[in-house]
């Protein structure tokens, strides 16, 4: 059945949009049908970091009534498709966030997974997000202001009645000055389904406008966002194949 995963939290620049682009197209990996929804309509990001900053339809002109969901979808040359949101300062109107409920039953019926990046806080916008979500998964840095505003994130999802899948901890350096991430895991009451080290790759991709686990597949954040998906996908144990592997089938 398909899933309907927000990825939130309650600070900004933790690594969110890095998150949801690269958990949807590990996800594609392997070989599922994965729609990732840019619904941070304010300052939007995966067109951008998808290399489709500028696109004829996009979600604000679905929310606005000016076209259908379908003519939204853009597909990623990894198979991943995507459906931006309008970088042009004339599109930052009111929103009818009460199509939401309707666009993603619709996705839902020709894909596997839909992934939500919805932007910080906990506007009207965001709620309205949350408000469609069958889990979420919350991003944060382990530092307090951070883990302190994920813990807000976390009590918003759980007061709407919304399973909180996990946390992903990006940015970790496994510095001193870092929150332990048993501290983190026991502060929010919630399971870490991953954490993500610091790694220059991802600013390399950023560059090259495209997923890290497409641009550096055998770098460290890669293998970690693969274990990730493995895990929502409810494929535990696999074990990635090497080249002898890979040839043999073993």
């Not at 991953?194 to 220059?200: A, F, H, L, M, S």
Request: net charge positive; charged share 25%; glycine share 8%.
């Amino acid at each position: 059945m398909a899933r309907v995963i927000v990825i939130n939290s309650g600070k900004g620049g933790v690594g969110k949009t890095t998150t949801a682009i690269n958990l949807g197209a590990s996800l594609n990996k392997l070989n599922k049908e994965v729609i990732i929804i840019d619904a941070n309509l304010n300052t939007p990001n995966v067109g951008l970091q998808l290399g489709a900053p500028i696109v004829p339809v996009t979600l604000n002109h679905v929310l606005n009534g000016k076209a259908d969901i379908e003519e939204a979808i853009y597909e990623h040359s990894s198979g991943t498709k995507i459906i931006p949101s309008s970088l042009s300062i004339k599109e930052l109107t009111k929103f009818n966030t009460k199509k939401l409920p309707e666009i993603t039953k619709k996705l839902k019926k020709i894909s596997d997974f839909v992934i939500i990046d919805s932007a910080a806080g906990f506007s009207e916008e965001v709620m309205a997000v949350l408000d469609v979500a069958d889990e979420i998964i919350i991003v944060t840095n382990p530092e307090m202001p951070a883990v302190t505003d994920a813990l807000k994130a976390v009590k918003v999802a759980r007061g709407m009645g919304k399973n909180v899948n996990g946390v992903i901890v990006t940015r970790h350096k496994d510095a001193r000055y870092e929150m332990p991430l048993s501290s983190i895991k026991s502060m929010l009451e919630t399971q870490i389904i991953g954490v993500i080290p610091e790694d220059k790759s991802v600013k390399e991709a950023l560059n090259l406008r495209d997923a890290v686990v497409h641009t550096h597949p055998r770098s460290k954040v890669s293998k970690k966002y693969g274990e990730i998906s493995r895990k929502v996908a409810g494929i535990e144990g696999t074990i990635e194949k090497g080249f002898l592997g890979r040839l043999f089938g073993l």
